[in-house]
């Protein structure tokens, strides 16, 4: 059965991605080059990172996000780099700028009365910092580690709706990856996927609820669902509605 056999309503809340969806992971690639790694090493890290990540969600492992990240780029490396140069990707991801049009997403939720959270891999506290370097204004922040499990499994979603005091049904996420929009589809969260990432959503999963080309069009289309859930019209389908 599908989440929402009614269809999505508009949700009460959002929640928003950090990496990659509010932050690009692109700028990374100089501090690779600082830290004297080969920038096209920074694409095999990442999927290095998500496998890893991944895995431990399936096993229950203990190890942080922060201890993910620098396992992966020893893996990648050869075991050749040093702690120092670690430390200079690793202080990157706390360091990252969002993308143009983020700033702009978030307030038109806010605007409209809806509140905002950011969903985040490692602890609470640096990407808090993240953001407040960034100046993004969000209510809440969720950090990955520390809750029992990690993303794909229900629970950080579950922990988002509780940190914005919804149930999950009315809470929005927002994405640029298609495995974290069917994560948030499990635990019975309205999905919305921004296509700046990824281009296409993956065929393997569900679609989401809303598809937008970047996070100012997925916000819009979320808030433009209907305060109850119903079937969408053939015109909201044909603007991104699913």
Do not use: K
Not at 45 to 73: I, M, N, Q
Not at 133 to 154: H, I, K, N, Q, Y
Not at 173 to 188: E, F, M, N, Q
Request: with cysteine; charged share 25%; hydrophobic share 40%.
């Amino acid at each position: 059965m599908p989440p929402h056999p009614h269809g999505p309503a508009r949700p009460t809340a959002l929640v928003f991605d950090v990496l990659d969806t509010l932050f690009p992971l692109g700028p990374l690639e100089w501090r690779f080059r600082e830290a004297g790694v080969p920038r096209v090493l920074m694409a095999r890290w990442c999927d290095h990172l998500l496998r890893d990540t991944f895995a431990l969600a399936l096993l229950g492992g203990d190890g942080t996000f922060e201890d993910v990240a620098r396992g992966s780029l020893r893996d990648i490396t050869g075991n050749q780099i040093a702690p120092a140069a670690e430390d200079v990707v690793i202080d990157g991801l706390t360091r990252l700028e969002p993308r143009r049009e983020a700033a702009t997403a978030l307030a038109a939720a806010h605007g409209r009365g809806v509140r905002t959270a950011a969903l985040g891999h490692g602890d609470d506290g640096d990407t808090r910092l993240l953001l407040e370097r960034s100046g993004l204004p969000v209510e809440a922040v969720v950090g990955g580690d520390g809750l029992g499990a990690r993303r794909p499994s229900r629970e950080p979603y579950l922990a988002a709706a509780r940190a914005l005091d919804v149930p999950p049904e009315r809470l929005g996420l927002v994405t640029a990856h298609g495995w974290d929009a069917a994560g948030g589809r499990g635990a019975g969260l309205v999905t919305g996927w921004s296509a700046h990432l990824e281009g296409r959503f993956p065929s393997v999963f569900e679609r989401p609820d809303v598809e937008g080309r970047d996070l100012a069009e997925t916000v819009e289309l979320m808030l433009a669902l209907p305060e109850r859930g119903g079937r969408e019209s053939g015109g909201d389908r044909a603007a991104g509605v699913r």
